[in-house]
């Protein structure tokens, strides 16, 4: 199959599901359905636009392509709608999630490839394409990144961003290499969620006053 | 009028206002008074600046024209002398915030135009500039973005950005085009705060642990 | 004594300190290492990418050198391991942190001059340099910023980098300049932590019902 056409489908899909976390998120905050349409695009566009801010590139997705805002703001209005079902399709909902997120790595490493970059520029671009915009939702709900807290996530991330680099590096088909990326991390997230592996917490206890 | 007089006329007294706010914000958390100074500069030219990021223009306007800094910073500061009156003066503020507000979207619109973009990359440019010097500020104060919680705001941004683009689409003479989007949007958002209307909240409870 | 070389190490050494406070921040929240990790680098590179971005200047240090990022997340997991000897080590810790952020202070502004801009505009990037590096962590950590409500920090940054630039402007030799004003900030901040010098807080207390 073809990669390009894998990582599209998954990368639009991948859109579409950020977006829907994020309103997800802004429910939680009891947002207006405005508040809703603003988190839920800047979660979905927001890890490629600080990608896009620290390697210099222009222009970013969602001014070439602006159409793709009203994609995502329906999913997010959907979401409003179903809601109440959420819990019942959250495993889904992980799973698209996973997908979406190790799609979002692999697409930003490569536009750092394009642009001329070499493997560490390409991995932080891949890591921060993936992971940034649910911080940027964290930072606009007033909360701390989740990313930085639960199951394995920001570390499925740069995981994969090295295993699609190395791949690469030693000149293995692309095709091959990008499905065989999309599996491990796909597994990597699920069996981390499912088994609630976690990266070791750094615990620092405040003894003083520090005002 | 000539159009381009009353845009800058207002967008110079829309960056003092928005500036006052970031200083009121401030003085809510009981910040130092250069904290106080960041803010207001911050909520000022915050949306612009975003605006300038992800249309990729410069330079941005506090570094072409530094010496609007010293005018900000001198109302934010006369704020902190006045803030005992500010209710007394709570309608005539938000008077001035509705109108600042339409004339960055308005200018934002512009800029993106004059960059050579089209209706849609304007409107969300428009909507940008007008709404994101709030948001930043209320990042900066630790709290959730007040545009999206309380009466109309962004949405008469957007509302007004389309209205000016259609207009202009429709080749309406510019000082027509500008005045008649100002009155709109001005009178829509004194109406929406005088009889509190709002956009439908999304209220989504977390029924189960989620950790 | 070559002031390249002063401020060379010095901007290393800030690099690594920013970096260990981002960790710091991180340990009190209880985030993951890896949520250490990105505070700590965020933290670190944040003011010189804020710089940059308002300057539209490029590429960003952590681009052209990403293996400083391996020196300063090296430091951050040491600091994890030190952390329990961290009140004692306070002071010296308080103390390259005051001389870090005065060489970021007098490298940003260099910056700024090296791309032909005036000194209004070089004492913002200056001062952007400075501070918004542990602005950025405590956005990222859910928490007001920390220098817009401690003793003087901000402060520090800006009346050093009008000393600096003063001291130009009237042709002093560079390296009388650089270490002059490396020594009068350090004094100054140092003078503020012992005897707990503020600048005077904006209060503003919210008397009636605002939603």
Same mark, same amino acid.
């Given at each position: 199959? *073809?990669?390009?056409?894998?990582?599209?489908?998954?990368?639009?899909?991948?859109?579409?599901?950020?977006?829907?976390?994020?309103? @997800?998120?802004?429910?939680?905050? /009891?947002? *207006?359905? $405005? =508040?809703?349409?603003?988190?839920?695009?800047?979660?979905?566009?927001? =890890?490629?636009?600080?990608?896009?801010?620290?390697?210099? +590139?222009?222009?970013?997705? $969602?001014? +070439?392509?602006?159409?793709?805002?009203?994609?995502?703001?329906?999913? %997010?209005?959907?979401?409003?709608?179903?809601?109440?079902?959420?819990? /019942?399709?959250?495993? %889904?909902?992980?799973?698209?999630?996973?997908? !979406?997120? @190790?799609?979002?790595?692999?697409?930003?490493?490569?536009? &750092?490839?394009?642009?001329?970059?070499?493997?560490?520029?390409?991995?932080?671009?891949?890591?921060?394409?993936?992971?940034?915009? !649910?911080?940027? #939702? *964290?930072?606009?709900?007033?909360? @701390?990144?989740?990313?930085?807290?639960?199951?394995?996530? %920001? +570390?499925?991330?740069?995981? +994969?961003?090295? @295993?699609?680099?190395?791949?690469?590096?030693? =000149?293995?088909?692309?095709?091959?290499?990008?499905?065989?990326?999309?599996? $491990? !991390?796909?597994?990597?997230?699920?069996? &981390?969620?499912?088994?609630?592996? #976690?990266?070791?917490?750094?615990?620092?206890?405040?003894?003083?006053?520090?005002?």
């Amino acid at each position: 199959m *073809d990669p390009v056409i894998i990582l599209t489908v998954l990368f639009i899909s991948g859109l579409i599901v950020e977006a829907m976390t994020g309103a @997800i998120a802004a429910g939680e905050l /009891k947002m *207006d359905l $405005f =508040g809703v349409l603003v988190v839920a695009n800047v979660t979905a566009f927001g =890890g490629g636009v600080v990608r896009d801010l620290i390697l210099g +590139s222009s222009p970013m997705l $969602f001014i +070439s392509k602006p159409e793709l805002l009203f994609l995502t703001s329906a999913f %997010a209005l959907i979401m409003v709608l179903i809601a109440r079902y959420f819990d /019942k399709l959250r495993w %889904a909902f992980l799973a698209l999630d996973a997908l !979406g997120m @190790i799609t979002f790595t692999i697409v930003g490493a490569i536009r &750092a490839q394009d642009m001329g970059f070499g493997m560490g520029v390409a991995s932080i671009a891949g890591f921060t394409t993936g992971v940034f915009g !649910g911080i940027l #939702r *964290d930072i606009l709900c007033n909360r @701390i990144p989740l990313a930085f807290q639960k199951e394995l996530y %920001a +570390s499925v991330s740069i995981v +994969s961003v090295w @295993i699609y680099l190395l791949l690469e590096h030693f =000149g293995l088909p692309m095709s091959f290499i990008v499905i065989f990326t999309l599996l $491990f !991390g796909f597994c990597f997230r699920m069996l &981390a969620l499912k088994y609630d592996w #976690r990266v070791p917490q750094f615990v620092y206890e405040v003894n003083k006053p520090r005002n």
